[in-house]
């Protein structure tokens, strides 16, 4: 008779030996309370809310965002990059433009969009110039721009006798 057989039939007699369990360790064994706030070890923040552990975020969730006209959620992608220019939905932006286009409006909308663009490019422009001749640390040292130079004609030369 086979191994299986026997401690089937064993079983059956109500002789077979069973392994006995001495202890259970839950895989965990703090019980959080409802509103209970914790750090776990990986520095992650944790809430109980309903009954369920909720991890809590710095970053405020996508589509926190709404259009200025319409109220509707910016959740897509498309409505997102409208939205960071114009503080509208896609939808809403066009439907502005079309207005326009038929008042007749929109190329003096546009050269003023532009205009506003590039004063604040060269606001921004003025800023860069005038750190950098602030700046001491950005002086102009001519022995790193020789080191690489030399490096650039190291490289040519190789590259035209074939060494690489």
Not at 17 to 46: F, H, L, S
Not at 107 to 112: A, M, Q
Not at 116 to 145: C, G, H, N, Y
């Amino acid at each position: 008779m086979s191994k299986n057989i026997a401690k089937i039939q064993s079983m059956i007699d109500g002789t077979h030996q069973r392994k006995i369990q001495v202890g259970y360790k839950a895989k965990t064994t703090i019980q959080r309370k409802e509103g209970e706030r914790w750090t776990d070890g990986n520095g992650t923040d944790w809430e109980v809310v309903d009954g369920k552990r909720k991890q809590i975020t710095k970053i405020p969730p996508r589509g926190f965002d709404k259009c200025s006209e319409c109220e509707k959620l910016i959740l897509k992608q498309l409505d997102q990059d409208t939205y960071n220019r114009m503080h509208k939905c896609y939808h809403c932006q066009v439907n502005f433009e079309l207005d326009l286009k038929a008042e007749g409006k929109w190329h003096e909308w546009v050269w003023e969009q532009e205009q506003q663009r590039w004063t604040s490019v060269e606001e921004e422009l003025q800023l860069i110039l005038k750190d950098m001749k602030d700046s001491s640390d950005q002086a102009f040292d001519p022995r790193v721009a020789n080191a690489m130079a030399n490096e650039n004609v190291d490289m040519t030369i190789k590259k035209n006798t074939g060494d690489i």
